[in-house]
């Protein structure tokens, strides 16, 4: 499973079923200039964060679905669901999300 997905979208997926928060832990977004970042977000249930290492390409950025694994093994959510809607096969690129691009301290 080495399949690309759009991180917005992951994002907004995980965000929707309570698995992360909206607040970024630590890192931030950053714009078309790089070429990859990490970022991390609070679990929704306050005890941890999880990481994120985004790549852009095109001015989209993805993750790599592995990624996902761990966080869908202690969660209970399948990574299938977001693979079909996440895939850049299948999704719509949407603009990059609200989040906040500051560092949180």
């Avoid at 990859?36 to 679990?43: A, D, G, I, P, Q």
Wanted: glycine fraction near 4%; include cysteine.
């Amino acid at each position: 499973m080495s399949e690309i997905l759009l991180f917005d979208c992951v994002l907004k997926y995980l965000q929707d079923i309570k698995i992360i928060g909206e607040e970024i832990a630590s890192g931030s977004r950053k714009d078309e200039r790089s070429l990859w970042y990490t970022v991390s977000y609070f679990y929704y249930s306050g005890k941890g964060i999880f990481v994120f290492d985004v790549i852009i390409e095109n001015g989209q950025h993805y993750i790599r679905a592995n990624t996902l694994k761990i966080l869908a093994r202690f969660n209970k959510f399948k990574i299938s669901d977001i693979v079909k809607q996440c895939s850049p096969k299948t999704a719509t690129p949407s603009s990059p999300s609200k989040t906040p691009s500051h560092r949180v301290q």
